[in-house]
């Protein structure tokens, strides 16, 4: 059974898949959550989400030059701290990735069909799924398109608010309510795809030079965007109107004077979350492979199909489970849940980097991803200790099972 991948993936299509999957539904979902939480001090809240982001994404390129494989902090932190701590971040990144995507696949039919969501949310799963299976290079493609369609609603969102007849400065109101870390939190959902491009280690022309390359450029690249719009935006909302809203990027351009720009960030906004759900479905199923290589998850996922080069019964497994959930429930509100289990996979990943020397932007990102995840709302991280708990115990009863 052929489990090796092969590297066709060169830094431009790196720097794509990380922008796929962190512009795209983030941005048109997580203002409105960080903004009730945060209040005023929004934009302080999404510094601090940089910042986090930043120190990850340092700790994350250290770590690929040193272990191109598929699979990310699994790997990492399998190699640098022990089994266990390696299967406690894939089992995180699998679980709160999972429902992420479900969430995505939901946003998608919410966008083009709110009547028959589930039914648009499946079948968008499936599309993207067979997209995945025809080989990472198509995937690679296809994440170009949306990356660019996403760009382009993006910069019409701001140019819109940004030339509204009447605007006001985001800046004039000092952050002095709300919770600036809980708002983080939240916001780091957006920011959280750059693991993707480490998940592709295996995939990429020589990893050690494009991983660190790619990861670096495509987190610069989303910084720029989230803080342009979220300057745009709370420049035509008060931080209250934006807590409000459902749908933050239509209100925005309705409140600055152009409501035939409504249907376009509608189409954007089920583009984007497309582009998340293409990424996701990639990089948890690339994590499942390495997992499965292991034996944490049934074997046979390790499985590579030997014409298209993917770990299909990995990605046919991921499709599988995401296709299930959105067809059934409405985990749109899992964002907090996810971004707990992304903040325990990167702590996994900063304190691996600690134990190679430089430790001060390790040390930095794991104090922050520690602190960030329990200023999340009080049910994400019961749920999400809940998830962590339950993988301890199946990792237990392995061992003790097969030792």
């Given at each position: 059974m052929t489990t090796a991948l092969v590297r066709r993936l060169g830094l431009s299509d790196a720097v794509m898949i990380g922008l796929g999957a962190m512009?795209?539904?983030?941005?048109?979902?997580?203002?409105?959550?960080?903004?009730?939480?945060?209040?005023?001090?929004?934009?302080?809240?999404?510094?601090?989400?940089?910042?986090?982001?930043?120190?990850?994404?340092?700790?994350?390129?250290?770590l690929a030059a040193l272990y191109p494989a598929s699979g990310?902090?699994?790997?990492?932190?399998?190699?640098?701290?022990?089994?266990?701590?390696?299967?406690?971040?894939?089992?995180?990144?699998?679980?709160?990735?999972?429902?992420?995507?479900?969430?995505?696949a939901y946003t998608v039919g919410a966008y083009v069909w709110p009547e028959q969501a589930h039914a648009v949310a499946v079948a968008a799963v499936v599309a993207l799924t067979t997209v995945n299976l025809r080989g990472v290079q198509k995937s690679a493609l296809a994440t170009r398109i949306?990356?660019?369609?996403?760009?382009?609603?993006?910069?019409?969102?701001?140019?819109?608010c940004l030339t509204a007849a009447t605007?006001?400065?985001?800046?004039?109101?000092?952050?002095?309510?709300?919770?600036?870390?809980?708002?983080?939190?939240?916001?780091?959902?957006?920011?959280?795809?750059?693991?993707?491009?480490?998940?592709?280690g295996e995939e990429v022309r020589?990893?050690?030079?494009?991983?660190?390359?790619?990861?670096?450029?495509?987190?610069?690249?989303?910084?720029v965007v989230y803080a342009t719009v979220a300057l745009a935006v709370l420049s035509v909302l008060t931080p209250a109107e934006l807590a409000a809203s459902t749908e933050p990027l239509t209100d925005a351009v309705r409140a600055a004077g152009h409501p035939a720009l409504v249907p376009v960030v509608k189409v954007?906004?089920?583009?984007?979350?497309?582009?998340?759900?293409?990424?996701?479905v990639l990089g948890v199923s690339r994590t499942t492979l390495a997992m499965a290589r292991d034996h944490h998850l049934p074997p046979a996922l390790a499985a590579v199909h030997p014409r298209?080069?993917?770990?299909?019964?990995?990605?046919l497994a991921v499709g599988v489970v995401v296709a299930v959930l959105a067809a059934t429930v409405d985990l749109r509100a899992a964002i907090g849940f996810s971004s707990f289990g992304v903040l325990v996979y990167y702590a996994v990943a900063n304190a691996s980097a600690c134990t190679l020397g430089r430790r001060f932007v390790p040390v930095v990102g794991l104090v922050?991803?520690?602190?960030?995840?329990?200023?999340?709302?009080?049910?994400?991280?019961?749920?999400?200790?809940?998830?962590?708990?339950?993988?301890?115990?199946?990792?237990?009863?392995?061992?003790r099972l097969v030792p």
């Open positions: 512009i795209g539904a983030g941005v048109f979902a997580a203002l409105a959550p960080a903004a009730s939480a945060a209040g005023s001090g929004l934009l302080i809240g999404l510094l601090i989400a940089a910042v986090v982001a930043y120190c990850n994404a340092t700790s994350s390129a250290r990310g902090t699994y790997v990492y932190g399998r190699e640098r701290l022990g089994p266990f701590w390696g299967y406690l971040a894939g089992w995180a990144f699998v679980v709160g990735k999972t429902a992420s995507g479900a969430a995505m949306i990356v660019a369609i996403v760009l382009a609603t993006l910069a019409a969102v701001v140019v819109s605007t006001t400065s985001p800046l004039q109101t000092a952050p002095t309510d709300g919770n600036l870390l809980q708002a983080a939190g939240l916001l780091f959902f957006a920011f959280a795809g750059y693991a993707r491009i480490a998940t592709l020589d990893p050690a030079r494009t991983i660190p390359r790619a990861v670096r450029i495509a987190l610069g690249i989303t910084l954007g906004a089920a583009v984007a979350a497309l582009g998340s759900l293409l990424a996701l298209y080069h993917v770990p299909h019964r990995a990605e922050g991803c520690v602190v960030v995840a329990f200023a999340l709302p009080v049910v994400s991280v019961v749920s999400g200790l809940a998830v962590l708990a339950l993988g301890a115990l199946i990792y237990a009863v392995r061992t």
